[in-house]
């Protein structure tokens, strides 16, 4: 079976086409990623603006044309926090299906927490024990805890990365300490309102703390983790105290300079400073000082789920709203 995931986010819009079989990981046939930049034109209001919603509807089309010539089965297109919250969603998702013919639907919160740690667990396998799973997006951060293929406890925060660059960095080209000191007061009272009984479990249990998303990874590789280039399976760690001297480093520039650092992409570059501080406000809250770098995330953790669901194992985990479960 062929399946293509097409997972848009507040910076890009990024078609993953596999072949799926039973007792197999996911064998990846062909990717496409384009940017959409939505974080740069969602306003105070939540609004989209016009220019976003041009390239995202650009982008969907070229993924489905890119899905159509491989042949897939199946195309899975679904939005994240930043199309899911957005004031003007449903308009949005209106104009893709005119214009395209692909009507994309989106994941609630948990789900997206649950799959990302469904994902987690099937790369580290049973041996990890309980997984602790963090992943920052552009909207919202995901928090998940088990010890099982589907987590026990699922929670997802406001706490994205562009999100809170728009709201809470007013410049932020040249950020000021006491913006640097006010994001990371409220991230703080943000956690303690949310975290408390993963925490407990995780110190009871002795989690596998394990991180993904682009903005753990490129925090990593700017600590010094090993380059995407080396390969998947190459052991990747963030230490929370490499993560303080990042968080100096990155406000000490602007984002075309950040963009010139290890692993800092262009397209991630204004938002990566406050990603950091979530990040480091996190370790923190969960009591940790590392966590390990997983390959797999969200897009991985639908393949899983749909090969579970055609072999007959479990229901599915989600269903994408505006779509057929």
Known sequence: MRLGVLDIGSNTAHLRIADLAAGHPPQPV????????????????GFVGRAGIDRLTEAVGEAAAVAAHHRVHELLPFATAAIRDAA?????LAEIQ???GVRVGYLDAEQEARLTFLAARRWYGWSAGPILLADIGGG???????????????????LGAGRLTRHRLPDPERVKKKHRRRLREHVESVLAEGVGEITARHRAGQATAVATSRTFSQLARLCGAAKAKDGLHVT????????????ELLAGRTPVQRAQLPGVSAAR????LAGAIVADA??????????????????????????????GQVRHLFAIKGESA
Do not use: F
Request: net charge neutral.
């Open 140 to 158: 919202s951060m995901e928090l998940a805890y088990g010890g099982g293929e589907t987590p026990d406890l699922a929670l997802s925060l406001p």
């Open 98 to 100: 005119a214009v395209t």
């Open 269 to 272: 570059a204004r938002q990566i």
């Open 30 to 45: 062909a990717t496409l990623k384009r940017q959409v930049r939505l974080a740069e034109v969602i306003d105070r209001e």
């Open 88 to 92: 003007n969603r449903d308009p949005i």
């Open 236 to 247: 990747r760690e963030l230490r929370r105290d490499d993560l303080r001297q990042a968080i």
């Open 282 to 311: 996190t370790l923190a809250a969960l009591d940790l000082t590392s966590v390990q770098i997983c390959p797999w995330a969200l897009r991985e953790g639908i393949l899983l789920d749909r090969l579970r669901h055609s072999a």
